[in-house]
């Protein structure tokens, strides 16, 4: 079975300032992770993933996120906040295909909420 | 460039009415998902069609029923509403059988069973 974890509910930042959004997985094998972010009443939309390769991935809008298999980790990373930048963020990981299409399990969320 | 689109965008039904959630992509994935997502507990997978003519339960299927009408359309019915389905429903699809495609989701539709 696989597994995400975001273990905060909320985080806050101040305009300006670095942002990190945790994310913690538990799946066998070697996963595709991912992130996503849900503006209000919107539907959720892609920012980055990781397949293979570099562990560090740039996504859209200035994010990244860092993959670390031995603490099974992918935490969404941008140098400098936006208010804009507030939304909920939600990471998701997928075994990959073998012959069969494979489901996301998603994280349970995490706000962002950033100060001007 | 509509990508996902789900119909309709808001309901209220009555306790044991029926209802059809509508979903169709033009992006020509052979994939295609329901979620529902309830505050603090994330997108939880009701069903899921890996390609046209098969579906498969996910975590929380019960109460649902889902039919993929041809490789556009999936749709989900609710039979008899209750209000533990009181919910927003996303649907979203992808490419099946090529790693680390990313799902495309629909705006939702914000359900509320009184």
């Known amino acids: 079975a696989q597994s995400v974890a975001q273990p905060e509910d909320q985080v806050n930042v101040a305009e300006g300032n670095p942002l990190t959004v945790k994310c913690t997985y538990s799946v066998s094998g070697n996963p595709y992770l991912f992130w996503y972010v849900q503006y209000p009443n919107r539907g959720l939309q892609f920012l980055l993933k990781?397949?293979?390769?570099?562990?560090l991935v740039k996504g859209s809008y200035g994010f990244e996120a860092e993959f670390n298999k031995s603490q099974t980790s992918f935490h969404l990373k941008k140098p400098s906040a936006l208010v804009s930048d507030s939304a909920l963020y939600f990471c998701a990981v997928r075994l990959p295909p073998s012959g069969s299409a494979r489901q996301l399990t998603f994280g349970s969320g995490t706000q962002l909420t950033v100060l001007p | 460039n509509a990508g996902v689109t789900q119909t309709p965008k808001f309901q209220v039904l009555k306790t044991g009415q029926s209802m059809t959630l509508q979903c169709a992509q033009d992006?020509?994935?052979?994939?295609m998902y329901w979620y529902r997502q309830d505050p603090g507990m994330g997108l939880r997978l009701i069903y899921y069609?890996?390609?046209?003519?098969?579906?498969d339960k996910g975590e929380v299927p019960n109460g649902y029923n889902v039919s993929r009408l041809n490789k556009r359309e999936f749709s989900l019915r609710l039979e008899s509403a209750a209000p533990s389905q009181t919910s927003v429903y996303f649907c979203?699809?992808?490419?099946?059988?090529?790693?680390?495609?990313?799902?495309?989701f629909g705006q939702g539709t914000r359900l509320t069973v009184v």
């Open positions: 979203a699809s992808s490419e099946a059988g090529i790693g680390g495609t990313e799902a495309f």
């Open positions: 069609s890996a390609s046209e003519g098969t579906t």
């Open positions: 992006m020509n994935h052979n994939s």
């Open positions: 990781y397949i293979t390769g570099d562990n």
